[in-house]
């Protein structure tokens, strides 16, 4: 109930704010597809890197910096209230696959999962890190998981991630014993990873860097 209502509140003083929008400019562009023209006016904005997608993209969160201005407070209210409900050490149940136990964990005060290993019970205590997305992420204003694979010999971790924001994510591979990232990276996927049965190769699926769509499936030898 107390959600709704800041969610009430907080729309309310959205609206009451006089604060002008920008308004994204037009440019007539005309595109035929199938016989068929057409006017897209904001087709200028495929260019994502270029410095009048980038201005517009600056005064649309300047706009929203300022219409929410007066709103602070109950942000903070409503986003305490969220995060107070969510556990902070958090982790999943183990699962058995392959001969290891598998989990993941959060860690007071850490954002990202630790996925750890180990062979039974008794050793839950010292399980071997497979990833730590806290390292992952360092240095990068975003982050996200793609994808994890470990090798049927068990001894390779293939994993994916994203540092763009934009679903291309790169893939790469780590030694489970010593822990070494190698010097293999794959590029331009959509996450997913399989391993054949060898542990010599992965499958991928490769994304269009103009479509941003799956388009191509290919396989890997490490």
């Known amino acids: 109930m107390l959600i709704i209502l800041l969610l009430f509140i907080l729309n309310t003083e959205i609206l009451m704010s006089e ?12 595109t035929t ?16 890197d270029s410095k009048d997608v980038l201005d517009y993209i600056e005064q649309e969160n300047n706009y929203s910096v300022q219409k929410l201005k007066n709103t602070e407070g109950l942000q903070s209210e409503l986003f305490e209230e969220i995060t107070g409900r969510i556990k902070p050490d958090e982790e999943s149940v ?40 806290n390292e992952q992420a360092k240095g990068h204003d975003y ?14 971790l293939a994993f994916s991630q994203d540092t763009v924001s934009r679903r291309f994510y790169n893939i790469y591979f780590k ?30 699926v490769k994304k269009d860097e103009e479509t941003l769509r799956e388009f191509q499936v290919w396989r890997h030898k490490f």
């Open 19 to 30: 604060t002008e929008k920008p308004i994204a400019k037009k440019l007539d562009h005309k």
């Open 33 to 48: 597809n199938h016989n068929v023209e057409r006017n897209d006016p904001y087709y200028w904005m495929r260019e994502r």
């Open 94 to 133: 183990p699962y058995f696959y392959n001969g290891y136990y598998y989990k993941w964990q959060f860690s007071q005060g850490k954002e990202y999962r630790v996925y750890k290993r180990y062979k039974s019970a008794e050793d839950e205590n010292n399980a071997k890190i497979l990833l730590d997305e």
């Open 143 to 156: 982050f996200a998981l793609g994808g994890m694979s470990v090798s049927p010999n068990n001894e390779i």
């Open 175 to 204: 030694n489970i014993e010593t822990g070494n990232i190698y010097s293999q990276e794959i590029n331009n996927s959509d996450g997913t990873i399989v391993w054949d049965e060898s542990s010599e190769y992965i499958f991928y």
